[in-house]
């Protein structure tokens, strides 16, 4: 299916790796013109150069840390001055450290509110009004199926998260009638350097080891595996493209059946 992303102006953040990599990879096979994030720049150059292989026309690679609101600011201007403009917006990031409810430190939240809710928001912000100027453009956030089903040990995750899906709705409704969707990726069990980190953890914490986890956890999702990560990305680039123009606001889980509501 040709999704028609041909020349369309993409930056997806935290895309040097992970479901973010996915995502770029998705839309540079796509013909999409794609400026990646992330800390580092040296990873950053290698895959935009991986990316025109896919098919990118160009593709850049821009320095920029969510936990630096300042930072949301330079990349935005950076992305335009690259693409001439942009008209995807990938949101994506880090995940916080596991805890429960009880363990949550006001540090924390202070902290992570930042990279989850204030960065986020502030890049979105900045870029809005030349999509709007153009009637035309499409915000994808990367989330977390904890968004519809709280996950254990994740309660900074849960928590914060929560505030991006209320403003992913809020917005989605503003700007449904100006060509721009807003929608959420939601995740499941995908084998990324996240999901290792809280496997690390949780062994730690229960004293099972890695593969044991993996083998339970597997076995709790329907298609009996973890996900790889090639195979989120392509929803980014649908959700990306004018094949879905008339979906908006709205949580897209992709977990492998994990998700038990309806």
Known sequence: MDLGLQGKRALVMGASKGLGRSIADALAAEGALVAISGRDQASLDRVAGELQ?????????????????????????????????????????????????????????????????????????????????Q???????????????????????????AAIVGWNKTLSAELAGEGITCNILAPGAFATDRTAETLAAASAK???????????????????RYGEPKEFGPM????????????????????????RGV
């Not at 980014?236 to 998700?259: E, M, N, P």
Request: with cysteine; proline share 5%; aromatic share 4%.
């Open 135 to 161: 009637k035309w453009g499409r915000i994808l956030t990367v989330g977390s199926t904890g968004m519809v089903q709280p996950l254990p040990g994740l309660a900074l995750s849960n928590t914060l998260r």
């Open 53 to 133: 292989s896919l098919g990118a026309p160009k593709a850049v690679g821009i320095q920029a840390d969510v936990a630096e609101g300042s930072q949301m600011d330079k990349l935005a201007d950076a992305a335009v001055a690259a693409l001439g403009g942009v008209d995807i917006l990938v949101l994506n990031h880090g995940g916080p450290p596991t805890c429960t409810a009880l363990e949550m430190k006001q540090e924390d939240l202070i902290t992570w509110f930042q990279r989850i809710v204030l960065s986020p928001i502030r890049v979105a912000n900045k870029l809005l009004p030349a999509m709007r100027e």
């Open 206 to 224: 229960s004293g099972k080891s890695i593969e044991a986890l993996v083998a339970e956890r597997s076995s709790a999702i329907p298609i009996g």
């Open 236 to 259: 980014g680039a649908f959700l990306a493209s004018d094949k879905a123009a008339y979906t908006t606001g709205r949580i897209h889980i992709i977990d492998g059946g994990a998700v």
